[in-house]
């Protein structure tokens, strides 16, 4: 890039503020570009956005979209009219945009068209499922950003598979993990398992917001027969995402949905907390899949498919599906203690925003 570049950071969605905020700061340690934040507001709650800026140390944004809520298209099309406008205002040299919400698409769209260079972290993984709106999101900002930045070597193969150019490839790490590492002393220190009422090792952590999952009135009561099962071994804590909590009552799920121990979305802090003295968590996240690798927690996740494949080959996570019959099967092996042992994946080591600073401190443009 050229002398002093301008590189504009783009957060839109909860699992975008803790991949981005480690990457600010290894910049701003690396000293060599200027940065702004904007914020998409495609989450907007305080517990769904703010409390992350609060408890990431995260600068606030300085320009904020507040794009909200809507139909896929909707939120897109907001998100692409916004951003434009933001990269036509501060030219920026460079954009990073992070993970597979719509907020990264509609970003990476304006910049292939404005011929701003776009970097994507997280990129590369793939589900092969395009019933999930994530899949198309993943597929189309790689095939638009110059800089790709991967996880683990799954994410290589499959670009390289899809023809891309391999030096638009960067193998960096897992940048969320930088984050985790980072915070774990102080999450384990929010005092978040005494407000809850559970003990260290003696609960399970549940969370669940894919519509696959949570729009289907006969898949979401499966998931919630099994999860009140096993709540009659050990209490279930249930962070309930504002989709889900709309369904319980839409699908008449409230009165069982209540026997478990259910709360509001959870900060970072409080989150990672209650996930890293868990027994068992069980989730259809993403990212959980890759905090729970990272942390040795066993990870039961309830889809068919993932596209973080690396935490079954390597790490903690068994995927399930949503058959109540195969989860409780999965839940009593790992309480029992006869649970999958994994390891940690190579550069999910707390480094990988360092290296993401280096690639992007020296990248020119081809
Ligand atoms: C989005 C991402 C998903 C990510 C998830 C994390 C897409 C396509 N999906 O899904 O990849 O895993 O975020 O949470 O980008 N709502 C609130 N308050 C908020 C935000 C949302 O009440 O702050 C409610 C609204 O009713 C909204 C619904 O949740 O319609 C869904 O929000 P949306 O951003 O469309 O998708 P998520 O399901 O959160």
Not at 300 to 306: D, H, P, Q, Y
Request: glycine share 10%; with cysteine.
């Amino acid at each position: 890039m050229r002398g002093r570049p301008k590189i504009i950071h783009v957060v839109g969605a909860r699992p975008n503020f803790m991949k981005i905020a480690p990457v600010m700061r290894a910049i701003g340690r690396a000293g060599f570009a200027d940065q702004r934040l904007v914020h998409t507001g495609q989450h907007y709650d305080v517990a769904m956005s703010d409390v992350f800026f609060a408890d990431l140390g995260m600068p606030a944004p300085d320009v904020h979209l507040g794009v909200g809520s809507g139909s896929h298209a909707e939120q897109t099309a907001r998100v692409l009219v916004g951003f434009e406008k933001v990269c036509l205002e501060e030219r920026p040299d460079l954009v990073v945009v992070a993970g597979d919400v719509n907020s990264t698409l509609a970003c990476a769209l304006d910049c292939a068209k404005l011929r701003v260079p776009c970097a994507h972290v997280e990129a590369g993984l793939r589900s092969f499922d395009l019933d999930m709106p994530e899949e198309v999101n993943r597929i189309v900002t790689d095939r638009l950003c110059e800089l790709l930045l991967t996880p683990s070597p799954d994410g290589d193969e499959n670009l390289r598979r899809e023809g891309t150019d391999p030096a638009r490839i960067f193998r960096v790490g897992n940048v969320m993990i930088d984050t985790l590492l980072e915070l774990l002393p102080k999450a384990r220190a929010t005092g978040a398992l005494s407000r809850l009422g559970v003990e260290p090792g003696g609960y399970a952590v549940v969370t669940l917001h894919r519509p696959s999952n949570v729009d289907n009135p006969a898949v979401l009561g499966g998931l919630l027969d099994a999860l009140c099962a096993i709540q009659r071994q050990l209490p279930v804590v249930f962070p309930v995402h504002p989709r889900t909590r709309r369904r319980f009552g839409e699908f008449g799920l409230g009165a069982q949905s209540s026997t478990l121990r259910l709360c509001d979305p959870l900060g970072y802090l409080d989150f990672l907390g209650l996930t890293s003295q868990a027994r068992l968590v069980l989730t259809d996240s993403g990212g959980l899949q890759e905090e729970t690798t990272a942390l040795g927690i066993p990870c039961l996740t309830l889809r068919e498919n993932t596209e973080r494949p690396i935490t079954v080959d390597e790490g903690t996570n068994v995927l399930v599906g949503v058959d109540p019959a195969r989860i409780l099967v999965a839940a009593r092996r790992v309480l029992s203690g006869s649970g999958k042992v994994g390891r940690v994946p190579a550069l999910w080591d707390g480094k990988a925003s360092q290296r993401i600073a280096e690639v992007l401190r020296d990248w020119r443009r081809p």
